[in-house]
């Protein structure tokens, strides 16, 4: 028995806990994580400019796409010693974790970064740091790498202004991937110029050589503006109801109900998105179901033989809600849930009053959303028997009926369960043969998978294949949806490495993130990377999962070699089951995209574009990204 004793304990200090657990602080080190980082440090300006001494930020992204800097015209980080402990106000800033100026409210009003960890955490997990501050008539610098100091604080000389630049170089030892996007970094500073009036943000992308400045004095009604427009979904109404008010708790609200099936609400806190929600959010669907309720049955408008519910009156709903608070309560380090328990009380205090009002003094407005929201209702009566013969097959007690052509794993329950979606009796053939029976299950799919993009559920569960798949899930759809349910730990998309078969997977995965989201925000869904190519090289085999691949493959092995033998698989089903296993099935040796929404705006746009009725929005999505296309698989 090994031993257990004190010598056993480990105790991390300064920065250590960060570089060794950076998913507590950042959420990950994917793609997420790593633009958390920019995130954090643009946070801190931004909140020199909430409390009014900040007017401009610029973000640049350097030209090697993995480094950055981010500057402001604010008050500068303090440089002067600390009379406790003896160093640089900065350099305890940048390398003391719950160290900052935002504790006590004197120096912030309100802020985005109350915990005091943001600049430390991306000292912690940057390869290099450089601090550069203007400030009392002086310029000041410091050097950080590995999130230690490379030196003292330097007093560079006189300089005119004030304000912080950072520079950072995220650790390629901590993240596989080090290259920031930059349009989701534009995506996102974007946005806070929304958030935030009169704030000029700069970003400069050296690698394309472009420069945007983003200022909007309308803030979030030109938000929602975008918002609408970019989801093609007509406006109930023209003019949105607004709601600014500021009494301690600053409050800005602006939505229209539209004629989408979804609702989408874009939430905030000091700035922060709450992707997760809260309180915030609770608060104002609370207050405006209530208004909308009270105007209804104070008119009498309910309908006959229908009954209203919440979602009902939601639907549709798209909107913007931004809340500044002095201490904000959020869910962990990455601030994506808001949790202060008044603040839910305080919105729907404002919002039930302001909207019920608005709906009185709007009469003509009130009666299109009334008719909007009974339309909604009627709609999901109509489709209730269709969802319902769904729900009646899957998991909600008794005997399972499932599909007739799942293969089901022989597993009693789901840990390391897994089930693959393929296309095609004959890929769901060499599946099955190759496929790890205990845990793994194979349910085909026949022909090109509908389009489910801008349908309605009851359309949608009209679709032989897609019912036989939400019955294979065993998690429901729609408001019977219970991820609790879902049979399986892993749902694998899984087809062919051409054209066609991504195509089939682009389908499936518009289907899951409109119908069934939160199998992807709960990680559950995942794409297999089949190969395209098998290249022999005298006696070794490698598999290829595309074009550059196979180029790599030879170019590395195939020096002085025998010539090599490239065989390109037409699909799966060409695969011996043996093979497929080997490449594509087997947990040692295959590989699997996650599926991850870092941007559900960005998204959810993207979604619209490519899976949408409009060809003209296609169109100029393909055309804006031609450039980015060598070959062609056609």
Known sequence: MPSYSAKDITVLEGLDPV??????????????????????????????????????????????????????????????????????????????????????????????????????????????????????????????????????????????????????????????????????????????????????????????????????????????????????????????????????????????????????????????????????????????????????????????????????????????????????????????????????????????????????????????????IILAARAREASRAASQAVIRKTATGGRMMLPGKLSDCSASDRRNTELFIVEGDSAGGSAKQGRDRNTQAVLPLRGKVLNTEGMSLGKVMENKELTDLVTALGCGVGQNFEIGRLRYERVVLLADADSDGHHITTLLLTFFYRHLPEVIRQGKLFVAVPPLYRVDIGKETFWAVDDADKARIVKDHARGKSKPEITRFKGLGEMMPKVLWETTLNPKTRRLLKIEVADVLATDRVVSDLMGKDPQARFHFIMDRADQADVLDV
């Open 19 to 372: 570089r060794k657990r950076p998913g507590m602080y950042i959420g990950g080190v994917g793609s997420a994580g790593l633009h958390h980082l920019v995130w954090e440090v643009v946070d801190n300006s931004v909140d020199e400019a909430m409390n009014g001494h900040a007017s401009q930020i610029h973000v640049t992204l350097h030209k090697d796409g993995q480094s950055v800097t981010v500057s402001d015209d604010g008050r500068g980080v303090p440089v002067d010693m600390h009379p406790l402990h003896k160093k640089p106000a900065l350099e305890i800033i940048f390398c003391t974790l719950h160290a900052g100026g935002k504790f006590e409210h004197d120096s912030y009003k309100t802020a985005g970064g109350l915990h005091g960890v943001g600049a430390s955490v991306v000292n912690a997990l940057s390869a290099q740091l450089v601090a550069t501050v203007k400030r009392d008539g002086f310029e000041h610098r410091m050097e950080f790498r590995g999130g230690t100091p490379v030196g003292k604080l330097q007093k560079l000389g006189k300089a005119r202004g004030s304000g912080t630049t950072v520079f950072f170089r995220p650790d390629p030892e901590i993240f596989p991937k080090t290259d920031f996007s930059a349009e989701l970094m534009r995506e996102r500073l974007e946005i806070a110029s929304y958030l935030h009036k009169g704030l000029s943000v700069t970003f400069i992308d050296e690698a394309q050589g472009t420069k945007a400045t983003f200022q909007h004095p309308e803030g979030i009604v030109e938000f929602l503006g975008r918002i609408v427009s970019e989801r093609g979904s007509r406006a109930v109404h023209e003019v949105p109801f607004t709601l600014f008010r500021d009494n301690g708790l600053r409050i800005e609200l602006a939505f229209q109900w539209t004629e989408s099936t979804d609702e989408t609400l874009k939430s905030y806190v000091n700035g922060i998105p709450t992707g997760s929600g809260g309180t915030h959010e609770f608060g104002f669907r609370s207050g405006m179901v209530k208004a909308v309720r009270n105007y209804i049955e104070t008119h009498n408008l309910t309908p006959r033989g229908v009954t209203l519910s919440a979602e009902d009156i939601r639907e549709g709903l798209t909107g913007v809600l931004s809340v500044f608070i002095s201490d904000p309560q959020f869910q962990g380090q990455t601030k994506d849930r808001l949790n202060n328990p008044e603040v839910q009380a305080a919105v729907d205090g404002a919002v039930r009053p302001s909207l019920e009002q608005w709906l009185n003094q709007n009469r003509s407005t009130a009666e299109q959303v009334v008719a909007r």
